[in-house]
């Protein structure tokens, strides 16, 4: 069975340093918490708001150990008026026995008003 995991965090600046380090530290995160490793996935989306412009969040993921060949797509956002500024998604398309029900997704930082359904503390 193939799983969607969702994920999203927010930078506080437009820097591909920032680009990088949140989109890894979120990818981890999501990794730990539902036990997966790279060779589990199927794919990843990852999508930007259109005001993040610096730098590719793909590479960060593609710089994680063991991270290198699995298929990794960027795109922007649509820009809709009133959205959460500088946030990045991350959509991971996940082979795994885990329920819908079990899987955790993750957000970070100001992300977290994005779905505080799914949120757990």
């Given at each position: 069975?193939?799983?969607?995991?969702?994920?999203?965090?927010?930078?506080?600046?437009?820097?591909?340093?920032?680009v990088?380090?949140?989109?890894?530290?979120?990818?981890?995160?999501?990794?730990?918490?539902n036990?997966?490793?790279?060779?589990?996935?199927?794919?990843?989306?990852?999508?930007?708001?259109?005001?993040?412009?610096?730098?590719?969040?793909a590479?960060a993921?593609?710089l994680?150990e063991?991270?290198?060949?699995?298929?990794?797509?960027?795109?922007?956002?649509?820009?809709?008026?009133?959205?959460?500024?500088?946030?990045?998604?991350?959509?991971?398309?996940?082979?795994?026995?885990?329920?819908?029900?079990?899987?955790r997704?993750?957000?970070?930082?100001?992300?977290?008003?994005?779905?505080?359904?799914?949120?757990?503390?």
């Amino acid at each position: 069975m193939i799983r969607g995991i969702r994920g999203a965090t927010t930078i506080e600046s437009d820097k591909p340093e920032l680009v990088w380090e949140e989109t890894a530290k979120l990818v981890q995160e999501m990794a730990k918490a539902n036990s997966f490793v790279p060779e589990d996935i199927a794919s990843v989306t990852i999508s930007t708001t259109t005001d993040i412009k610096s730098a590719f969040p793909a590479k960060a993921v593609r710089l994680l150990e063991g991270w290198q060949f699995v298929p990794i797509m960027c795109m922007h956002e649509m820009d809709v008026p009133g959205a959460l500024p500088l946030c990045i998604r991350v959509l991971l398309h996940v082979n795994t026995a885990t329920t819908q029900l079990d899987i955790r997704h993750i957000y970070l930082n100001d992300a977290v008003q994005l779905r505080p359904d799914l949120v757990r503390k």
